[in-house]
């Protein structure tokens, strides 16, 4: 029989693994003692930009998602290049594309007036697609907390983890599984491109050489897309138009009439397609509550996909620049 000793030993040392295991964990009252005014700082600051340009909303939520599918939600998307460090900014995902980077020092600034050296980078930014999504009328949820800056970014991953727009649906499938997601779970954060504008290379094969599109919806796009050149890459059309600054489901019912603006999200529903995914498609449509419950589920899983916590990583001063 074990004495009274090595029985209390082996109680402490099960406690040790239990709170060394729970600090590690996010938590929406990580901060609720070093900085209680966070989430109220960062929702006033992300309302006022998205009051300014209210495109900008789409684009901290996009954000979020291009940081988290990267070495997980870090930050890392936030880096600039430096000598001898290249970032994520120039990815093919990225580039001349992600924006709200100006928006993202400006609320950091206030938080660290408020708190200084206490609040992640990565929180900032998990924090400000929530209230994003809110302004422009989505869901909320609760966002878990705690995460810590990354020091590094990486081009490569970015550029094999982040989903192309000329995604096929088993492409989308196998990318979205790879971050631990179901193929709902993936219909649903697809929903996020209620809002938002695409650039013109990314749907010039679709509109110019698909089938499963609408004709109609397709010419209206040509003329501000050329076939040839580069004069109209940068040229922007909404995901979900005429309510592309609105969160809503209309984006499932552009997809149910062929209307989808990139191929990847017109995948989603697609008669020669899974049908199980359709089914999805349609049910989001038919109810927008439906839909908000699941992609506000969808994004706290997003936003845990590994996460630097407990002395992993820092707390960047900067968000663009690793504290030296």
């Known amino acids: 029989m074990a004495s009274s000793a090595s029985l209390r030993c082996s109680f402490l040392a099960l406690l040790f ?36 340009e209210q495109r900008m909303g789409a684009s901290l939520l996009r954000l979020h998602f291009h940081d988290c599918f990267v070495q997980g939600c870090d930050g890392s998307v936030l880096l ?58 989505g869901p909320t949820w609760t966002v878990p907390l705690g ?58 094969d679709r509109i110019y050489n698909e089938t499963n599109i609408d004709p109609l919806f397709a010419q209206g796009l040509k003329t501000g897309c050329a076939s040839a050149g580069h004069a109209t890459d940068a040229n922007l059309a909404p995901f979900d138009g005429p309510t592309e600054l609105v969160f809503d489901s209309s984006y499932y019912d552009n997809l149910v009439n062929r209307r989808g603006l990139i191929h990847s999200d017109q995948e989603l529903y697609n008669p020669g397609g899974k049908q199980s995914q359709a089914m999805v498609v349609s049910q989001y449509r038919s109810s927008s509550t439906t839909f908000f419950n699941e992609f506000a589920a969808a994004m706290v899983k997003m936003g845990k996909i590994t996460p630097l916590t407990g002395n992993d990583g820092q707390i960047r001063l900067n968000c663009r620049l690793v504290n030296t």
């Open 80 to 137: 600039d290049d430096a000598p001898g460090f290249v970032g994520e900014k120039t990815a093919f995902g990225n580039v001349n594309s992600v924006r709200g980077f100006e928006v993202m020092d400006t609320i950091k600034t206030k938080v660290e007036a408020a708190c200084p050296g206490v609040v992640s980078c990565a929180d900032i930014l998990a924090l400000a697609a929530r209230d994003s999504t809110v302004k422009l009328g």
């Open 17 to 52: 693994l239990v709170f060394s295991g729970a600090s590690g964990q996010l938590s929406p009252t990580f901060y609720a003692t070093t900085c209680p005014s966070l989430e109220s700082v960062v929702r006033d600051a992300t309302y006022q930009a998205v009051l300014d």
């Open 147 to 204: 995460r810590r800056d990354s020091m590094t970014a990486s081009r490569d991953l970015a550029n094999a983890d982040l989903p192309p727009p000329f995604f096929n649906i088993s492409g989308l499938i196998a990318g979205f599984a790879k971050k631990g997601f179901t193929a709902r779970e993936m219909t649903a954060l697809s929903g996020a491109h209620t809002v938002g504008f695409a650039q013109c290379q990314n749907y010039r």
